[in-house]
């Protein structure tokens, strides 16, 4: 069985943690959430987001520290989810992907 997160992402995440143990608000934030269309391809749409308190991020499965996430554009609409983990805590969120247009549709409860 494979491990779930290498070395180096493994200390990177124990780093966030204490980071986030030492605040006093723990709360997972949003912060900003905006699109761009990518520069080199016009079929890619670049997905940039900032949460407070995140140690890393499952973008439809796939887990990331990244704050950007890069989509192929869609001929219709199209829902992703995006959850944060924080330390003991996650959000849940629906990104809804349209030609033109990127949004969240819906934030789930946070655990």
Not at 18 to 38: A, Q, R, S, T, W
Not at 83 to 96: D, P
């Amino acid at each position: 069985m494979p491990a779930l997160f290498t070395m180096p992402q493994r200390v990177q995440i124990l780093r966030r943690a204490f980071e986030i143990f030492l605040k006093k608000g723990k709360k997972i934030k949003l912060l900003y959430f905006n699109h761009v269309p990518d520069a080199d391809s016009r079929d890619t749409l670049i997905i940039r987001y900032r949460f407070t308190n995140a140690i890393y991020y499952s973008v439809d499965g796939n887990t990331t520290f990244d704050t950007r996430h890069v989509l192929v554009r869609p001929d219709g609409t199209k829902q992703i989810g995006l959850t944060v983990y924080g330390l003991f805590r996650k959000s849940h969120y629906k990104i809804t992907v349209e030609p033109n247009n990127i949004y969240i549709s819906k934030v789930l409860q946070p655990t």
